[in-house]
Structures are given as C-alpha cells and as structure tokens.
C-alpha cells in the first residue's frame, strides 16, 4: 500500500496561504515558480486537494479557459477534491468530487492510487483531517523565508511530539526541506 503523504510550502511562522488565499507570496520566493526535482512527490499516483486549493488553482492559472495547462501541475492523475459544492472541471480533467469524512473516501482514494503514493496537496485542515484518520503517513515541509501576518494554518491542530519523526533537514535553494514520518497516536 503507498503511503500518504502531506507536501507543501509554508511560511516561516507557519502559514500556507495568506489572507487572500493567495500563494503569491510564495511564488515571490526565489525558484518558488518553479521547485527543484524532490519538493513534491511527482511520482504520487493521486492528488487530494480541498476546495480552496482547487478553485486557487483554477482562477490564477486560468485552467478554465487553458485546459491544456492542467496537465502541467496534476499530469493526468485522478485529483480528489473535497467539497460541498458543484465546481467546475477543465475540459479533459480527471477530477473526482467528495464530500464528508476523509476515512469515508479513502477506499476510493486507495482504490485510484493503485497502491501507488497519495498526494495531500493542500489543504492543512484537509491534511489534519488525514492525520486525525490514522492515514497520513508523511509530513515534507518546504519553509520559506516570509513570514505573513495571517491566512490558512499549516494543520490547524495540536498535535505532540510523539506523532512525528524527523527523517530529514536540508536547503534547498532558499527553502528548508522538513520531512517527518508521522506515527500513529497512542490512544
């Protein structure tokens, strides 16, 4: 069975987007467009995305009227995307709609990956959500040298020390790469 794993850029005091919702904050980062090979898990079979992340995606990349360009960031792997409400899909796209618990859809979102990698993409409730179902195996964090003054939360949840191991720490550009395997919780 492959493993699921949490990886995403976040700021230095731990937000993912900024009050907006936006990542252009990011993206203002040196190679923040464009991140070398190993910050995100391309060979992930399955990407899981929330509502706010797909519809971000949607409007700043335009993939309603550029459907081509769709396949630049998901490839032609299914994306799950969690919500309550009737979105939109570019033309081509394979774009699988839920909605309710996480520990609900994760037969399908198994089922899809194959036993391949499952990509979290964003976001961190959607990824605490994972997290509180005993599924999320990895956290890889690419901290970025901005701090914002508010936005969406890396995992809007405790969670102690017990839960994650560091397995690696390094720069990468003007990134620290983070990467923790996730234990499961002891009660």
Do not use: C
């Not at 995100?40 to 009227?65: F, H, I, K, M």
């Not at 409730?125 to 970025?144: H, K, M, R």
């Amino acid at each position: 069975m492959g493993r699921i794993v949490f990886d995403t850029a976040t700021s230095l005091n731990g937000w993912i987007a900024d009050e907006q919702h936006s990542l252009e904050w990011l993206f203002a980062v040196e190679n923040g467009e464009t991140p070398d090979e190993g910050l995100y898990p391309a060979d992930a079979r399955v990407l899981v995305e929330g509502a706010s992340t797909y519809e971000w995606l949607l409007r700043e990349q335009r993939l309603l009227e550029h459907p081509e360009k769709w396949a630049e960031f998901h490839s032609v792997k299914p994306v799950f995307v969690f919500t309550t409400r009737r979105l939109p899909v570019p033309a081509g796209a394979d774009v699988r709609f839920v909605s309710g618990p996480v520990i609900d859809a994760l037969p399908a979102i198994r089922e899809a990956a194959s036993g391949g990698d499952i990509w979290v993409v964003g976001g961190g409730d959607l990824a605490g959500q994972f997290l509180d179902a005993g599924a999320l195996d990895e956290l890889a964090l690419s901290v970025a040298p901005v701090a914002l003054t508010g936005g969406a939360p890396l995992l809007p949840r405790r969670i102690e020390s017990d839960r994650l191991r560091l397995v690696s720490a390094s720069a990468v550009g003007q990134f620290a790469r983070l990467v923790y395997e996730v234990r499961p919780s002891a009660g």
